[in-house]
Structures are given as C-alpha cells and as structure tokens.
Antibody, heavy 119, light 109 residues
Framework: QVQLRESGPGLVKPSQTLSLTCTVS??????????WSWIRQPAGKGLEYIGR???????NYNPSLKSRVTISLDTSKNQFSLKLNSVTAADTAVYYC???????????WGQGMLVTVSS | QSALTQPASVSGSPGQSITISCTGT?????????VSWFQQHPGKAPKLMIS???KRPSGVSNRFSGSKSGNTASLTVSGLQAEDEADYYC?????????FGGGTKLTVL
C-alpha cells in the first residue's frame, strides 16, 4: 500500500521560505511512470494545484505560483520536497502531497499538514 | 488556468439521486478524458472517487458514477446515504498541469 506523509515547520514568518518534505512508502519515487505532486487548501476553501515532479526530475508548476516554487526529489530517502519562497498570510493552508497515478489522477494523498504564515 | 465551475451546494434526501456538474473549457475538461472526482470529509484528505471521467477505483461504491459531455463533466450519486454528506471536487488534467473545481457541498437532508 502506497503511503505519503508530509513533514516540516508548521509556522513560517512572512517573507521567509516554506519548506515541506513528503516521505513515500510502499513505492519508489525513482521508478515507475508516476508524477509526485503538491496541492494546498486554505481553510474553508478549495483545492489548488501547486506543482509536480516526474521520476526523471522534470517539473511543472501552477503559473500563479511558478516564480516562487521549487519541487525536488531525494531518491536516496524516497522523499520529495516543496519550497515556496517570499510567503505571505495568503499562503496559509493545509498542504498535501499526492501521487499522480496512471489515470492522471491524484490517487494517493498524505494526511495533510497545516502551515501558518505569521510573525 | 482558471478554476473549473461547480455549484456551491446541492442537497437530497436519503435514497434520492443528485448530480454535480463541473464546467471547464476545451483546454481542460473538453480537451482530455482525464477528469477525476474527489470526496472530502471535514478534516480529512480528499479521496479519489472517479478516475478518467467514469472509472471507479477499487473499493468505491457503485452508487457513484461519472460522465462527460463537451466541456462539462458530471458526478452522480444515487441512493443517497448519510455518509455521502461531504465536499466534492472535480479535477481535470490540462496538459502538463491540473486544475480543480471550487468544490460542492453535498447535504443529505
């Protein structure tokens, strides 16, 4: 069974960099035709696609966040990471990591992690 | 990359059927056969209910079905049960990226 788990600081100061890691078990992020992605959800609002990375390392980002986002792989630890710089209160949200399956859908999700941007 | 359009809320009585629409453009819903639907209960991660427009993943009740016509996809829930009360989101592949709908709150009366 594929499992994902987000980890990182739950509180980030404005203008600083939000950094989260997703640890994957039950699947290797360096093999198979899968994308590994990040999605966020502000409190009481809908889901927003942040970006994804392929096993080869190629990335795609939401155009509205592209200038501030970096997603990377650490195959030695079977993890992938999200960095979002110059954060503001508008970046406060629950952040999910997810796998993109063969149907180009998000088939496995982490439990989500609340990140609050506040001084 | 604009969000897909869903009704804010729908409701139905136990045993009835409801349909949630999801309208996009030819660049997303209409251009690809990769529309998925998610169910989200409060405080929980979204759960994949429909894949590729109409396919049910293993373990998902056959009371859930999906379809698509042009730029609009639909999710139908038949035989409504209390546990179906949740938020539902559509999502479409849009060529290298994805776009979500704004979400629909399903209330079981």
């Amino acid at each position: 069974q594929v499992q994902l788990r987000e980890s990182g600081p739950g509180l980030v100061k404005p203008s600083q960099t939000l950094s989260l890691t997703c640890t994957v078990s039950g699947a290797s992020i360096s093999s198979g035709s899968y994308y590994w992605s990040w999605i966020r959800q502000p409190a009481g609002k809908g889901l927003e696609y942040i970006g994804r990375i392929y096993t080869s390392g190629t990335t795609n980002y939401n155009p509205s966040l592209k200038s501030r986002v970096t997603i990377s792989l650490d195959t030695s630890k079977n993890q992938f990471s999200l960095k979002l710089n110059s954060v503001t209160a508008a970046d406060t949200a629950v952040y999910y990591c997810a796998r993109v399956g063969g149907g180009l859908d998000f088939d496995y999700w982490g439990q989500g992690m609340l990140v609050t941007v506040s001084s | 990359q604009s969000a897909l359009t869903q009704p804010a809320s729908v409701s139905g009585s136990p045993g009835q059927s409801i349909t949630i629409s999801c309208t996009g453009t030819s660049s997303d819903v209409g251009g690809y056969n990769f529309v998925s639907w998610f169910q989200q209960h409060p405080g929980k991660a979204p759960k994949l209910m429909i894949s590729e427009g109409s396919k049910r993943p293993s373990g998902v009740s056959n009371r859930f079905s999906g379809s698509k016509s042009g730029n609009t996809a639909s999710l139908t829930v038949s035989g409504l049960q209390a546990e179906d009360e949740a938020d539902y989101y559509c999502c479409s592949y849009a060529g290298a990226s994805w776009v979500f709908g704004g979400g629909t709150k399903l209330t079981v009366l």
